[in-house]
């Protein structure tokens, strides 16, 4: 067939044809290569590049798929992924959409069990700082488990036998399954809302495998364990089976019967404990009577009749009381000298004898004051009469009584000159005793 002949294919179609022979023989493909180039963006969808050590390819795992893998994905993992191959057409390339990863050399589920707890382990979760302390009698024990297992009736009849007064609260849960973390999650919520008559909390359940212990390895049942204000003892399984939720917890049980044992005390064993507490009290109380009965009997034969010790506590009595006497009178006299010391002291620092000296002082200082102002005022009435003197002498008041006056045209301006004036102006003759106003008639120049 001639290149002219052939009919032209798009790339769409190409891309179309290539894709459905691929989807078609490449359905069902089980993949062994190494995790490279990881991303995780907001959407929960994982991308990456599954590689060997001479090929790479492209990878998809959908939130769907995702959310059911037991572990997460990490770059360098080897795994085996299983899955489809398609093509995405706008690249023009092709992938594998992954439907589940397992681990190569450890199990899924050990693997996200590890991982979880190195996780809370960083986060701090599993310190001892954090655990809480047990009551010794608690108020009243908070079960979550599942009510038709045989751990509740283990718990029960156990707690029954050890203490019945105590009252027992059960919050019943899914210990397996999908929805089983989340239930045990809540229970353990909705139990701190009794936290004044819950006092502890046993969570957990019976054997079985590690499938059907997952729920108490996920992270929703640890974080509720570790936000608990009430303690929580857990009790998952048998002896060699540990939980995430076992590193969290205030307590670890190996089974649902020990923690019930751990967390209240045998009645008949504090019974038994108070009465030899008891008996061994009424044993020292005997025991301290009879020593003090002793003692008494002792001192009693010892003791002197009360007379003779009155009669000599009498005597005392009266030479204290003339020693007193003697103390008092001598003590009256020295503070009858300190009185007329003080008296005299008093006399010679009376207010009245200061004040009339004080006044005489200010009598004396005020007729020196008045004699010293009526000689500046004569001073100063000569010295004012001098300065009058020489400024009537130079006054032109004292010129215009000799005869003389001055002139001031309309703007009070000094008239010194006839070319300041004008025929007709107005003039002001100043002179001793008032003023002239004149009019100008003629103007004669000196010759």
Request: glycine fraction near 6%.
């Amino acid at each position: 067939m001639s290149p002219m002949n052939v009919k032209p294919l798009t790339v769409t179609q190409l891309t179309l044809q290539i894709k459905q022979q691929l989807e078609t023989r490449f359905d069902n493909v089980c993949l062994k290569g190494e995790i490279s180039n990881l991303a995780l963006p907001r959407s929960g969808h994982a991308y990456f590049n599954i590689k060997d050590q001479r090929s790479q390819l492209a990878g998809v795992m959908f939130r769907s798929a995702l959310q059911q893998n037991r572990f997460q994905l990490e770059n360098g993992q080897e795994v085996l992924l299983f899955g489809r191959i398609t093509v995405y057409e706008p690249r023009g390339a092709y992938q594998l959409i992954v439907n589940r990863v397992e681990p190569i050399g450890v199990g899924a589920l050990q693997l996200a069990f590890e991982q979880l707890k190195a996780k809370l382990a960083r986060e701090g979760l599993f310190e001892d700082l954090h655990k809480k302390r047990l009551p010794f009698l608690p108020r009243g024990i908070g079960i979550v488990t599942s009510p038709t297992g045989a751990a509740i009736q283990d718990i029960l009849q156990i707690l029954s036998r050890r203490f019945p007064s105590i009252p027992v609260l059960i919050n019943p849960v899914a210990v397996q399954g999908q929805q089983a973390a989340a239930e045990i999650a809540q229970a353990i919520q909705q139990f701190q809302m009794f936290a004044d008559e819950i006092d502890v909390l046993i969570v957990g359940r019976g054997g079985g495998s590690i499938e059907d212990l997952w729920a108490f390895n996920e992270e929703v049942v640890a974080r509720a364990i570790f936000q608990s204000s009430i303690p929580v003892v857990t009790a998952v399984g048998h002896e060699t089976d540990f939980t995430i939720a076992d590193f969290v917890s205030d307590l670890r049980a190996p089974t649902p019967s020990a923690a019930a044992e751990l967390v209240v005390p045998l009645r008949s064993e504090l019974l038994g404990q108070v009465e030899n507490y008891q008996l061994k009290l009424v044993q020292r109380i005997q025991k301290k009577l009879g020593w003090e009965k002793e003692r008494l009997e002792f001192y009693g034969k010892r003791l002197r009749s009360p007379s003779w010790v009155i009669q000599g506590q009498m005597q005392k009595v009266d030479e204290l009381t003339d020693k007193l006497i003697q103390i008092i009178q001598r003590k009256l006299i020295q503070l009858r000298s300190l009185w007329e010391r003080l008296e005299q002291a008093l006399l010679y620092q009376s207010p009245e004898r200061k004040i009339e000296l004080d006044r005489k002082r200010l009598l004396d200082g005020k007729r020196n004051l008045e004699r010293l102002i009526k000689h500046i005022v004569e001073q100063k009435k000569l010295h004012l009469a001098e300065v009058s003197h020489v400024l009537d002498s130079v006054s032109p008041l004292a010129v215009l009584k000799r005869g003389y006056a001055t002139v001031t045209d309309k703007e009070h301006e000094l008239i010194y000159s006839i070319n300041q004036v004008r025929k007709g102006a107005v003039l002001a003759i100043q002179v001793s005793d008032g003023v002239i106003k004149s009019h100008v008639e003629e103007i004669i120049k000196k010759p």
